[in-house]
């Protein structure tokens, strides 16, 4: 669905991304694992063509996405990031509905499709439809973000440190619907975050970049055992 | 009775030339605005000469206007042709601030939701800057209002006729009824567009 070959991204001398080879399997939860300045966010924006590696292909459903109309692209790749970015000027009910209004979908069809989001993350709608972002709070800011990722049914969604902002309790409870429902839809998702407990929480698989490396890919249930300097540092603050 | 209808055509003259002046100030500092923010290394230039502009004493301005051919002379088109010139650089300056100080990352989602470019500047770069635009639409039509009582100097008309005028002949009177006009319009200039600005705000 989305793969990396032999990726590479530098900034004049500095190099941020070496050789990322990585295949996100249609379906599946790939969760970004590494600290600040790991690469992690910067592999994720190529995905919906916000950074092009300067060597190596990003494939998206097997299509490079230099070759992409990166509008369409975008289009079909729900994005989340930990500012949410919802537009100030927009209600709720139009921040949702944004997407689908660029595709040109009936205006009926949208509301429908707004109200569905609303309830499947417990906002009641009628509560929230006409609210304006700074209404909301931290966490229903952010599930907004994800309905609006949501809002179009895009196959692919990238979540870059989602819920980092939010306090324990908050993002304990978003975790929890963000798993019932990506267990549900069945989307293929990156999930980066620097939280070892979130990545095993809701990866199927984590993927640990260290200083623009990949050094492992394991599934949360061997991720205890893995070895290597920088998986086992991760081991450590888990501890 | 005529003195009153005097001051009443002047003060339309005058009202009339602002708006002229700070139109086409708005139309062409706007559109400026937008294209610096797409380029950045322009941004100096074109920033440093409305800068300039603003700092030309006025009456000089008018008077170096004069000898131009084609744009210069006497008249009120040379007037207005200054009046632009000092108006230029509050709309410019404000476009640019508005809508470089969108959230960034109000920004990127836009762009990750596979927005064009035009579609982010209209929907959402402009609704976010048009507070700041409008603020700076208000202080260039507050300025020109004064500014426009030295368009008199070179026959632009308006209320600083009467002031030209009672300078001339030391009558207080003249220049108190050039005077008192002008701040009423700048005040209820002042007024209305800020109002207007509290309405249009989405924030």
Redesign the interface.
């Known amino acids: 669905m989305v793969e990396f070959r032999d990726v590479s991204y530098r900034i004049g001398a500095k190099q941020i991304l070496s050789h990322l080879d990585l295949a996100i399997e249609a379906g599946e939860t790939l969760v970004l694992l590494g600290r600040s300045g790991s690469g992690k966010t910067t592999a994720l924006k190529m995905v919906n063509g916000l950074i092009m590696p300067t060597a190596g292909l990003v494939l998206v459903e097997g299509k490079p996405t230099t070759e992409w109309n990166l509008v369409r692209l975008r289009r079909r790749i729900g994005y989340v990031i930990q500012d949410v970015g919802l537009f100030p000027h927009f209600t709720v009910a139009q921040n949702i509905g944004l997407v689908p209004r660029l595709e040109t979908w009936e205006p009926q069809r949208i509301a429908r499709r707004t109200a569905e989001l609303l309830a499947m993350l417990d906002l009641p709608p009628e509560q929230y439809l006409h609210r304006y972002p700074r209404e909301l709070s931290g966490g229903q800011r952010q599930r907004i973000g994800v309905a609006r990722a949501l809002a179009a049914d895009p196959p692919v969604l990238l979540f870059d440190e989602p819920f980092g902002a939010l306090d324990p309790v908050t993002r304990h409870e978003i975790q929890q619907q963000f798993l019932r429902i990506s267990r549900s839809l069945g989307k293929t998702a990156i999930f980066v975050t620097h939280d070892a407990r979130e990545g095993m929480l809701l990866g199927r698989r984590i993927g640990l970049l260290s200083a623009g490396r990949l050094e492992t890919v394991v599934e949360p249930a061997g991720f205890m055992q893995a070895r290597g300097a920088e998986v086992e540092a991760f081991q450590a603050s888990l501890a | 009775m005529t003195q009153f209808g005097e001051i009443w055509e002047a003060t339309l003259e005058h009202i009339g030339m602002v708006l002229i002046a700070v139109g086409i100030a708005s139309a062409i500092g706007i559109a400026l605005g937008i294209a610096l923010t797409r380029r950045p290394g322009l941004r100096r230039w074109v920033l440093g000469f409305a800068g300039v502009m603003q700092t030309v004493p006025s009456l000089a301005l008018f008077g170096f206007l004069i000898p131009i051919p084609f744009i210069g002379g006497i008249g009120k088109r040379t007037a207005i042709l200054a009046l632009v010139l000092y108006a230029l650089l509050p709309v410019l300056r404000n476009t640019l601030t508005g809508i470089l100080g969108v959230?960034p990352?109000?920004?990127?989602?836009?762009?990750?939701?596979?927005?064009?470019e035009r579609?982010i500047l209209w929907e959402?770069e402009l609704?976010?800057a048009s507070r700041m635009i409008l603020a700076g639409i208000r202080v260039a039509t507050v300025t020109t209002i004064g500014t426009a009582t030295i368009a008199a100097a070179i026959g632009g008309g308006g209320l600083g006729v009467f002031i030209f005028r009672g300078l001339a002949s030391v009558d207080s009177a003249q220049i108190l009824a050039g005077a008192i006009p002008a701040a009423c319009i700048a005040l209820a200039a002042e007024g209305g567009l800020g109002w207007i600005e509290r309405k249009l705000s989405?924030?």
């Open positions: 959230d990352a109000v920004r990127e989602s836009a762009l990750a939701m596979g927005m064009t579609q959402v609704p976010l989405p924030l």
